[in-house]
């Protein structure tokens, strides 16, 4: 049974950072594809960033370019998400997910991940 756990998130002011943290349990997902995605309220999940388990080679949705960074702890089976200069447009809930196969460029697609975390609230004012 595999389950994501997010934390991490809160309310900061513009500016500020955050560092969200997804523990993953059941999965090791040793050559699959982890990512960040968001959702606004009436707006459509978006893709935030994605990561290679097995190359850690790295996707960003351009909004976060240079902002985010995503990263992976094998040891702890934890998956990161470094979030500096934030802006009021990145508040949202963020959610972990992963599957099984490699990212591709079309990493960002939300239908092709199996595994869900719950979210974790960012709010930056």
């Known amino acids: 049974h595999v389950q994501l756990v997010e934390s991490g998130g809160g309310s900061v002011q513009a500016g500020g950072s955050l560092r969200l943290s997804c523990a993953a349990s059941g999965y090791t997902g040793s050559s699959g594809c982890m990512a960040w995605f968001r959702q606004a309220p009436g707006k459509e999940r978006e893709g935030v960033a994605g990561i290679n388990s097995g190359t850690n080679y790295r996707y960003f949705a351009d909004s976060v370019k240079a902002r985010f960074t995503i990263s992976r702890d094998n040891a702890k089976n934890t998956l990161y998400l470094q979030m500096n200069s934030l802006k009021p447009d990145d508040s949202a809930m963020y959610y972990c997910?992963?599957?099984?196969?490699?990212?591709?460029?079309?990493?960002?697609?939300?239908?092709?991940?199996?595994?869900w975390g719950q979210g974790t609230q960012v709010t930056v004012s």
């Open positions: 997910a992963a599957k099984a196969a490699v990212c591709t460029p079309t990493w960002y697609m939300s239908a092709s991940y199996k595994y």
